[in-house]
């Protein structure tokens, strides 16, 4: 079989893509640096249609159909996990995106059984002699989507990285190619602050050498990375391969020995950063991109013994309650695999999951732990799972203790100028 034949056969332009959407279509696209720019930079121009829906997640752009309000009603967002395009259109009062509620593992199980996918729209990088493709930097819900959407459609990108692991699509699943080149989004590392060295501080130290950890991404985690190089035989399953890791690695800390399971590989289901990243991913048999299904299944995750999950927060309430996808009732990101990784490394032998947090918010005007979340807050970690909270004033392990326990435990780490006040208001509400 000449695969060179069969794939200019199913080659199209975008326009040709875009005539299969109707009013009602349902479609699912690749998620974060794989989004298909064609796909979404041009979805506004299908003209007579309403009630399209496109399931995306952690969008790295910001795309007319849902930042412009004449695509009311036309075209909706269906986000499993907001970004800042997402967050302007909702703040901006726009009815052009909504929320999936959904842990990452089953995410796109369930959007399969509740609704269907007409068409799933990815980005692959270039096809191999032998007919195969890669979804490149992404198989969180991607492969699940080829195998059951009514129609697939695939973005070949000549700057996607082939990747190894659960990413392979051979061209005979797939019912149309469009080439299209464009740079895969960025996604630069942040400067720690002292605060965030502060924490990183007091989580190093709750990991043991010859841990397998799962870090997601910004201040704090880059802050943990900095201070675990004098760490060995340090492992990775994750969520995210970030930026992070490769500089472990580079400095001997990172092995990848001790895993319980897949020694010596690093274990991800996504990765976003930079071009040296995503170069140091490309072909490289040390570094498997597996089914969210499996890497974020908690039953999975806790099969790695010393597994750590080390998580961020937006505000930690003092029975333990975890709110990391929403300041009251406005949006801000999503549960994404947080409560898969922490209930996985809970259960492990000799794991821990890690909530940490900064003590105040707005420049030190309010305080992160509160006696009670918000109005209309999402429970991303129910109270009853969490087990390690940190700030940059210290660690609460809640695991186990009373309620009047978990809130000196919280006190403790909450800011000094907080403290008195969130006494008194734990009285009140009847909570010590």
């Not at 080149?181 to 630069?188: T, Y």
């Not at 299944?297 to 927060?313: G, K, L, R, W």
């Not at 209309?376 to 087990?387: K, N």
């Not at 203790?401 to 009847?430: C, M, T, W, Y």
């Amino acid at each position: 079989m000449n695969w060179n034949d069969e794939y200019r056969k199913k080659k199209i332009s975008i326009d040709e893509g875009l005539r299969n959407i109707k009013s009602g279509t349902k479609i699912v696209t690749s998620m974060a640096a794989m989004e298909a720019q064609g796909l979404l930079k041009n979805l506004h121009r299908v003209e007579d249609v309403e009630n399209v829906a496109v399931a995306t997640c952690l969008n790295i752009g910001e795309y007319p159909f849902f930042v412009n309000k004449e695509y009311e009603g036309r075209f909706l967002n269906e986000s499993w996990f907001h970004s800042v395009g997402a967050r302007k259109a909702v703040s901006s009062g726009l009815r052009t995106v909504t929320y999936i509620p959904n842990n990452l593992h089953v995410a796109g199980i369930e959007r399969i059984v509740a609704n269907k996918p007409d068409i799933f729209w990815g980005v692959a990088s270039p096809m191999d002699r032998n007919g195969y493709m890669t979804v490149s930097l992404s198989t969180v819900y991607e492969r699940d989507m080829v195998e059951n959407a009514k129609m697939v459609i695939l973005e070949v990108n000549e700057k996607a990285p082939k990747t190894h692991g659960d990413t392979h699509v051979h061209i005979s699943e797939v019912d149309y190619v469009i080439e299209n080149s464009f740079d895969i989004p960025e996604l630069p590392d942040t400067e720690p602050s002292e605060i965030e060295m502060r924490i990183a501080g007091h989580i190093s130290s709750l990991v043991v050498d010859g841990a397998t950890l799962q870090i997601g991404i910004g201040g704090i985690p880059n802050a943990v990375a900095r201070l675990m190089e004098d760490k060995h035989d340090l492992g990775i399953h994750t969520e995210m391969f970030t930026e992070s890791m490769i500089h472990l690695f580079e400095k001997g800390a990172i092995t990848n020995r001790k895993k319980s399971l897949w020694p010596g590989k690093f274990i991800a289901t996504f990765a976003l950063g930079t071009k040296e990243m995503y170069s140091f991913i490309e072909d490289n048999p040390g570094v498997l991109l597996l089914r969210g299904s499996y890497v974020n299944d908690p039953y999975v995750v806790s099969q790695n013994e010393n597994m750590v999950s080390i998580n961020t927060a937006i505000s930690v309430d003092l029975t333990g309650q975890v709110c990391s996808e929403a300041i009251g009732t406005r949006h801000y990101s999503g549960t994404g695999g947080q409560l898969d990784t922490h209930r996985g490394a809970s259960m492990a032998k000799n794991g821990k999951g890690i909530i940490a947090l900064r003590s105040t918010a707005k420049k030190g005007a309010v305080s992160t732990i509160v006696p009670l979340l918000p109005l209309g807050s999402p429970v991303t970690v129910p109270r009853q799972d969490t087990d390690y909270v940190v700030t940059e004033f210290g660690i609460a392990r809640l695991k186990g203790l009373n309620v009047f326990q978990r809130v000196e435990a919280l006190l403790n780490i909450s800011h000094p100028d907080f403290r008195s006040e969130l006494r008194k208001q734990a009285r009140d509400i009847g909570l010590i």
